[in-house]
């Protein structure tokens, strides 16, 4: 005759460790705080206004209808390709009311009110626009799977915010203070087609190499 002891019979549950409780076991970092991405955007903001500035400030090619040919362009194009649309505007935004505030940022290292009566206003003005339509389009060029496709792609987004927004406003600006007809301003506005080619085909390639050495960049487009 076999003998069991009480204990043979009872079934022992042992509680189970949570995945907190494991070391090593939650390989995915946290989201980050609202507070850090916060913090983060006003950073790149402001970085990107003062980039946009510095493009400014470069010595500017004159010509004869009294716009200048500049890099500011370059740089709004940059700001939105590299950020995406919100951020971009801001960025560009931002630029544009510290200029107005009558801090010497725009071509030819002048600032306040005083611009918008220049022939210059209509191409100022459009700029966080550009600059957001810009980030939307290069965020659709970005998201092409075939990564050959991206570059080309982008010059297409940088282009486009320039001939859909920059270069239509800039005529009407031209229109307005110059006195001229429209015909007039889009002759005069031929001019700086071939320099607007060549900077958004740069433009293109630094967005490429920032997102490449910074890819949270390009997580946080927006």
């Given amino acids: 005759m076999s003998t069991s002891s009480p204990d043979d019979s ?25 507070a850090r991405r916060t913090s983060t955007d006003v950073a790149l903001v402001a970085t990107f206004a003062a980039f946009v500035a510095a493009c400014a400030l470069v010595p500017a090619i004159p010509t004869g209808s009294g716009v ?20 971009g505007f801001l960025a560009v935004t931002l630029y544009l009311v510290v200029g107005l505030a009558g801090v010497p940022v725009f071509a030819e290292m002048t600032g306040g009110l005083g611009v918008l009566g220049k022939p210059s206003v209509g191409y100022l003005l459009a700029f966080p626009l550009a600059a957001a339509v810009a980030g939307w389009l290069g965020g659709l060029a970005l998201r092409v799977p075939r990564a050959a496709w991206r570059y080309p792609l982008l010059v297409a987004a940088g282009l486009g915010s320039s001939f859909l927004v920059t270069h239509p406003a800039g005529i009407l600006g031209l229109v307005a203070r110059l006195g001229v007809s429209p015909a007039e301003a889009l002759a005069i506005d031929v001019v700086y087609w071939p320099g607007d080619v060549v900077k958004n085909l740069l433009a293109a390639g630094v967005t490429l190499a920032v997102l490449r050495a910074f890819p949270d960049l390009r997580r946080g487009r927006r």
């Fill in 10 to 34: 009872t079934t022992r549950t042992v509680p189970s460790a949570t995945a907190a409780e494991v070391p090593g076991l939650l390989t995915d970092p946290p989201p980050p705080q609202p």
């Fill in 68 to 87: 200048p040919i500049t890099l500011q362009t370059f740089g709004v194009v940059v700001a939105g390709l590299v950020l995406g649309a919100r951020r």
